[in-house]
């Protein structure tokens, strides 16, 4: 059962930037960790950035391979979880997942989306 949705990927240079959005139709994503993960052909899936509950403080982290250039953020009225992605690079390219946790740890993730295509090529 699909329970968050992303959309927002796309087809972008490099240099480019793309905004994700995971909306979760029928809960409060916000009472939730959300998890921004991706996962290339052939590469292992991996977590790309977390942002905590707005309980817990919505703390922020980041995979080293993004620090700098993404920016995970929340905005509660819309119940909605964004990835700002700057400064693509064509190893971004993969599908782009989010899902929920109950803190911002490696495993735990429970409920997830059908994921968004990012594509970055000249």
């Known amino acids: 059962q699909v329970q968050l949705v992303e959309s927002g990927g796309g087809l972008v240079q490099p240099g480019g930037s793309l905004r994700l959005t995971c909306t979760a139709p029928g809960f409060t994503s916000d009472a939730y960790a959300i998890g921004w993960f991706r996962q290339a052909p052939g590469k292992q899936r991996e977590k790309i950035s977390c942002i905590s509950s707005s309980g817990s403080g919505g703390s922020t982290n980041y995979a080293d391979s993004v620090k700098g250039r993404f920016t995970i953020s929340r905005d509660n009225a819309k119940n909605t979880v964004y990835l700002q992605m700057n400064s693509l690079k064509p190893e971004d390219t993969a599908v782009y997942y989010c899902?929920?946790?109950?803190?911002?740890?490696?495993?735990?993730?429970?409920?997830w989306g059908q994921g968004t295509q990012v594509t970055v090529s000249s």
């Open positions: 899902a929920t946790g109950y803190g911002c740890y490696d495993v735990g993730y429970d409920i």
